[in-house]
C-alpha cells in the first residue's frame, strides 16, 4: 500500500506556532504609528532578560548580529582566536568573521551535538579570547566545564530557549548569551536575535555599540530590532512553556514509535530540559536517500548542518573532526513544532518506520 495516497498534507519540517495574539499585538503596533525601535523592544528585552534569569537584554535584528555585538563587547579584534565548533550553523561562523577574529574550530560529542570540553581544550591557546558554547537543538551542553578556562564564554542559544541545565536555564551561564528569532527557530520574530548579560559594564557597551546618536566618537552598528518584531516576540515568549510541553510530549511520541528502530535516539541528560527545537536520529541508512523517500511521501526530513559543517569552508581535513563527519552522514531532523497534529504524527511515524 502506497501510505503517500493516505495523505495529501505535505508535512513541513518546521512551522512557526502563529495565532491570532500575535496578528493583535502587530496591529497595535501600527495603531500606535511608532515601527522603529521603542518600548515595545526595551519590554521583550526586560521579558526576555528576566525569563532566562539575566541583569539585561540588548534585542538586535537578527541573531549573527547578535553574536557580532557580544565579540565586540569583550574587545575581540583581528589580534583574537575564537574557539567554536565544526558542527554549527554558518552563521556563527559568519558573526566571528565579522568581528575579525580568526576562528579556530573543534570537534564535538557524537552522542548529544555539543562542543567537545576535551576537544576544545586542544586548541585553545595564549590568542584565544572567546569561545562559543552553542546548546544544540535543545540538548545543553555540559557548560560548567568550561568555566575555569580564563577565556570569555558565549553561550549560543539560538536552539535553547527554555532549556536548563542542573536547574538553571542555558543563557544564564556564559558571560554573554545569544538568541534568534528567525522564523524556524523556537519563538519567532521573522528576524531578530538578542544578547544577554549579568554585567552591568558589559550591557552599557552592547548598548553603546548599538546606539548611533551616543555621543561617544567611534564605530556604531545599527543592528536595531523593530517594535513589530519586538511585538510579536513578547507574545511568543508568553507561549514558551507550551511550547516547550508540547515539543516534548511529541519527542516522547517519537521515542516510544521508534524505540525498536534500528537508530540513535536523542540523548536526554539526567540533570539537564532538553527543549527539542530539533529531533535528531541517527541512522544507518544513506540520509539523502532515506530524505528523498520521505519527500516523496509528503515528510520533509531534513540534515539541519547545510550544506556544510564549518571545518570545510575552511578547508580542514576532516579527519580533525571525526564526530562532526560521522554527524553528517548519518543524522536527520524529524518533524517537531507544537502545530503537528495527531494524524501529522501518526503519518510521520509510519512513514519514518517504512523507509528506514
Not at 527554555?162 to 543563557?171: H, L
Request: hydrophobic fraction near 40%; glycine fraction near 6%; proline fraction near 4%.
Amino acid at each position: 500500500m502506497n501510505v503517500a495516497k493516505l495523505y495529501t498534507d505535505f508535512i513541513e519540517h518546521s512551522k512557526p506556532t502563529i495565532g491570532k495574539e500575535e496578528l493583535e499585538a502587530i496591529e497595535n503596533v501600527i495603531k500606535s504609528n511608532y515601527l522603529s525601535e521603542g518600548q515595545c523592544v526595551k519590554r521583550f528585552e526586560e521579558e526576555t532578560a528576566d525569563y532566562i534569569g539575566s541583569m539585561g537584554a540588548v534585542a538586535t535584528c537578527t541573531g549573527t548580529l547578535a553574536l557580532h555585538l557580544a565579540l565586540l563587547s569583550l574587545g575581540v579584534s583581528k589580534n583574537d582566536e575564537v574557539v567554536l565548533p565544526s558542527y554549527v550553523c554558518r552563521s556563527a561562523l559568519n558573526g566571528v568573521l565579522y568581528s575579525g577574529a580568526r576562528p579556530v574550530l573543534c570537534d564535538v560529542n557524537i552522542e548529544d551535538f555539543n562542543i567537545s570540553f576535551n576537544e576544545a581544550l586542544k586548541v585553545i591557546s595564549k590568542k584565544t579570547k572567546a569561545i562559543i558554547i552553542p546548546h544544540m537543538f535543545g540538548c545543553p551542553a555540559e557548560i560548567d566545564k568550561f568555566k575555569n578556562l580564563g577565556i570569555y564564554i558565549i553561550e549560543d542559544c539560538a536552539h535553547s530557549i527554555g532549556a536548563e541545565y542542573q536547574g538553571r536555564k542555558v543563557g544564564n551561564w556564559g558571560d554573554l548569551s545569544i538568541f534568534s528569532f528567525e522564523g524556524t527557530k523556537y519563538i519567532v520574530t521573522g528576524e531578530g536575535g538578542m544578547v544577554l548579560a549579568n554585567s552591568a559594564p558589559l550591557l552599557k557597551r552592547l548598548r553603546k555599540l548599538k546606539e548611533p546618536d551616543s555621543l561617544d566618537y567611534g564605530v556604531k552598528y545599527t543592528y536595531r530590532m523593530t517594535d513589530l518584531q519586538a511585538a510579536i516576540g513578547r507574545i511568543q515568549l508568553s507561549k514558551i512553556d507550551r511550547f516547550i510541553k508540547a515539543r516534548r510530549k511529541i519527542a516522547n511520541i517519537y521515542n516510544d514509535n521508534f524505540a525498536n528502530l534500528d537508530v540513535v535516539l536523542p540523548l536526554e541528560k539526567p540533570d539537564s530540559l532538553h527543549v527539542f527545537h530539533r529531533y535528531m536520529i541517527k541512522i544507518k541508512n544513506d540520509i539523502d536517500t532515506f530524505m528523498e523517500k520521505c519527500c516523496k511521501k509528503m515528510v520533509k526530513i531534513k540534515q539541519p548542518v547545510k550544506p556544510y559543517p564549518l571545518h570545510r569552508y575552511l578547508n580542514l581535513s576532516g579527519k580533525r573532526f571525526p564526530n562532526t563527519e560521522y554527524i553528517m552522514k548519518r543524522a536527520v531532523s524529524v518533524p517537531i513544532y507544537p502545530l503537528l497534529t495527531e494524524k501529522d504524527l501518526k503519518y510521520i511515524t509510519e512513514t519514518v518506520k517504512k523507509e528506514l
